[in-house]
């Protein structure tokens, strides 16, 4: 069974850091590409970064360049997002996903608030 489970969220102020983790159970990790999304109240969900399979390449919205760093840790089948100068408007719940055959798999989410 697939399984992905988010953690490391919470409340932060401005400008604070959080350290986003995604444990993966369940496919074979390496061989995936894993990607981060949030979703702010009344808005629709969004693309925030993905890291690539064999050669961990990067991807980061525009938004969240220079901010974000995406890592994995193929030993703990973990990808991480590690978040610094956060502003307010990061204020949403984060997923992960991983996409095989055209299906797509989401965790439950983890909720990052930051205050101004």
């Known amino acids: 069974e697939v399984q992905l489970v988010e953690s490391g969220g919470g409340l932060v102020q401005a400008g604070g850091s959080l350290r986003l983790s995604c444990a993966a159970s369940?496919?074979?990790?390496?061989?995936?590409?894993i990607g981060w999304f949030r979703q702010a109240p009344g808005k629709e969900r969004e693309g925030v970064s993905q890291?690539?399979?064999?050669?961990?390449?990067?991807y980061y919205a525009d938004p969240v360049k220079g901010r974000f760093t995406i890592s994995r840790n193929s030993a703990k089948n973990t990808v991480f997002l590690q978040m610094n100068s956060l502003k307010p408007e990061d204020t949403a719940v984060y997923y992960c996903?991983?996409?095989?055959?055209?299906?797509?798999?989401w965790g439950q989410g983890t909720q990052v608030t930051v205050s101004s």
């Open positions: 369940g496919f074979t990790f390496d061989d995936y590409a």
């Open positions: 890291i690539g399979s064999s050669d961990g390449s990067a």
């Open positions: 996903n991983y996409v095989r055959s055209g299906r797509s798999w």
